[in-house]
């Protein structure tokens, strides 16, 4: 597609139900970006794949999260016993360079809206 | 890790009027980056500028890596230059890890 796709776009979860967000990086992007973006903050860190491999999964919160790419194209972020505080919108991000931010033009997706109640 | 810190928090301007949106940050940086986030949500990659001074249409932007500090200007503001704007900087020995500001919150009234 033209540009990184996330689905579902909103996600209403009861508290300790499991969800999956999807992430379809732009065609050829080797690095692909999980962050986290709570209401009136800025995007927080989650984890970071090169291809299938993650390289850091530094920024995940907790055990409960858990990030793949399998194939080196889509991703997908689960999230396992939703609490409340994982409310938060779920942006993913995809760049041509293969080492991270460097010096290539970031894309992120529109992002995965999740609700916890 | 580096904080990223913004100001203001929140502008509101009149249509034509410029602008100057301010980042510190607290560590040396090799990776500086603006984005544009739109009242829809999505992140919009606006310059790479880790030093120096790049323009853009009526958008330009500075980093003054030995102090520590960037600036957006938007001259001539337009009322699709509302949203929030972020700055995000890493470190040269942990590249993927980009931290965010908490963004400025522009409106720009008609």
Known sequence: GAGVSQSPRYKVAKRGQDVALRCDPISGHVSLFWYQQALGQGPEFLTYFQNEAQLDKSGLPSDRFFAERPEGSVSTLKIQRTQQEDSAVYLCASSLARLGWDRNTIYFGEGSWLTVV | ?110
Not at chain 2, 7 to 15: A, G, K, M, R, V
Not at chain 2, 85 to 100: G, I, L, P, Q, V
């Open chain 2, 1 to 110: 890790g580096i904080q990223v810190e913004q100001s203001p928090p929140d502008l509101i301007l009149q249509e034509g009027a410029n602008s100057t949106l301010r980042c510190n940050f607290s560590d040396s940086v090799n990776n500086l980056q603006w984005f544009h986030q739109n009242p829809w949500g999505q992140l919009i990659n606006l310059f790479y500028i880790p030093s120096g001074t790049k323009q853009n249409g009526r958008l330009s932007a500075t980093t003054v890596a030995t102090e520590r500090y960037s600036l957006l200007y938007i001259s001539s503001s337009q009322t699709t230059d509302s949203g929030v704007y972020f700055c995000a900087a890493s470190y040269e020995y942990n590249n993927n890890d980009m931290r965010f500001g908490a963004g400025t919150r522009l409106t720009v009234k008609p």
